[in-house]
């Protein structure tokens, strides 16, 4: 390749991994798909949207509030989470609070908090969590897909002698707060607030110091969830106003830096729509046997051109979306693990094509390359949101020619990892 000149002007800020560790939304006018996720299950089938848009019939925004309601038939049900996992980190609380309006909470069955769950069945793997079914409050946790049992003399019900003085009504709005000790043992504190309550009252308690044989959860990195179910064919109905997740403290994401670079450059890099896959990053659906909750955030890369060209990076859902030379679907055995991460790649090695039939909506960042320069793409500014990468997602950039066959190298890239 040609010698080439280092452009830095693609950002005004250095690389940083420092992040506090909150998730905040006040529902106004819409639901962002760069915080929330929703999975749909219909007669037993699960639909994941990327996008809430897309899911409008059963989450919308009206009024400033979110509203839920449970698909048409009985067992359907919904869960709306936070497309990253809240982080875990040891010798922190976490607290998760809402402000709630249970619009069927006579006969309904909804569900708060946090939880992990398989996203072919909604099935819960880690959980803690507040339910209303049919009128009867309780806390819910569940370790490695069982729910646990508490201590024999001890009720996960909420019991109505916790809720006097209260004057709580359902159906009005209420604040509902989780609090929980963690460092992966300890005590869970639910809250809730009444007409009569000047701030939240404890309403239960899971007792998980000296109390339990195990963890309380397998993995406290947990996503954010509201959950509503079809219960003997009524549609739960729930409204909200606001989901805030924090720990107990303001300390610094704590991440591992993860380095990557192109065994070869890339040639013939045609045109659009074309084009050719450069590099591939995926964060498995599961790592070391369990529920991978090690979110990724992409940093920067330093690609090179020998001619006019286009890189452009996807967030892409599947693996669906690559194909190998011939139009054969890629398979897990086309992936290589990196060393001491969760983290698998692809480089152009492997001679991948990239399927672009429906992969422009994946689109988040690209860049336009001089011939002959390298050019550096980082991060958003820490003012913006970044880009992390949650389990089952794929980084993957994308070479454009402009408008002839290029070479293209990814010479540098870099990937945090939470662990």
């Known amino acids: ?75 359907d049900e919904i869960i709306l989470y936070t497309r990253e996992h809240s982080p875990f980190l040891p010798d922190v609380g976490k607290r998760i609070s809402t402000s709630m309006f249970y619009d069927t909470y006579a006969n309904g069955d909804h569900e708060f908090g946090l939880v992990n769950f398989d ?34 003399n001890m009720s996960n019900v909420v019991t109505q002698e916790s809720l006097n003085g209260l004057g709580v009504t359902w159906n009005l709005g209420h604040l509902l707060d989780i609090q929980a000790q963690l460092r992966k043992v300890g005590n869970i504190y639910y809250f809730l607030s009444g007409k009569n309550a000047e701030r939240p009252k404890e309403v239960l308690q899971y007792p998980g110091l000296n109390n339990q044989a195990n963890v309380t959860v397998s993995s406290p990195s947990l996503h954010g969830c509201f959950i509503v179910r079809n219960v003997g064919g009524v549609r739960s109905q729930l409204r909200a106003g606001c989901l805030a997740i924090a720990n107990e403290s303001d300390d610094d994401d704590v991440q591992i830096k993860v380095n990557f670079s192109s065994a070869a450059p890339v040639t013939n890099v045609v045109a659009a729509p074309t084009g050719k896959l450069l590099f591939a990053v995926k964060v498995p659906y599961t790592y070391k046997n369990i529920l991978n909750t090690r979110d990724s955030q992409f940093y920067e890369v330093l690609v090179s051109s020998d001619k006019k060209a286009k890189i452009i990076f996807y967030r892409l859902p599947n693996q669906s979306f690559l194909l190998k030379a011939g139009g054969y679907p890629i398979e897990d055995t086309d992936w290589t693990v990196k060393s001491g991460t969760s983290l698998q790649y692809i480089d152009n090695s492997t001679d991948l094509v ?35 990468f949650i389990h089952g997602e794929i980084w993957a950039a994308v070479g454009y020619g402009d408008p002839a066959a290029a070479t293209m190298d990814i010479e540098s890239l870099t990937f945090g990892e939470r662990i």
């Open 1 to 75: 390749m040609p010698e080439k000149t280092l452009d830095r002007s693609a950002f005004d800020e250095p690389m940083s991994t420092k992040k506090k560790l909150r998730i905040s939304c006040s529902f106004r006018d819409a639901l962002p798909k760069s915080i929330f996720h929703v999975a749909v299950k219909i007669n037993g089938n699960v639909t994941v949207y990327d996008d809430p848009e897309d899911a409008t019939a059963y989450a919308s925004i009206v009024g400033g509030e979110l509203v839920l309601i449970a698909p048409p038939n009985p067992g």
């Open 119 to 152: 996203d072919t069945t909604l099935n819960f793997y880690d959980a803690i969590t507040f339910r209303l079914l049919q009128g009867q409050a309780s806390g819910r946790i569940f370790s490695k897909g069982s729910e646990k049992v508490w201590p024999e």
């Open 354 to 388: 990239v399927s672009l039939g429906s992969i422009a909506q994946y689109e988040f960042r690209g860049s336009n390359i001089l011939a002959n320069e390298t050019r550096v793409i980082t991060m958003p500014s820490p003012k913006e949101l970044p880009e992390y």
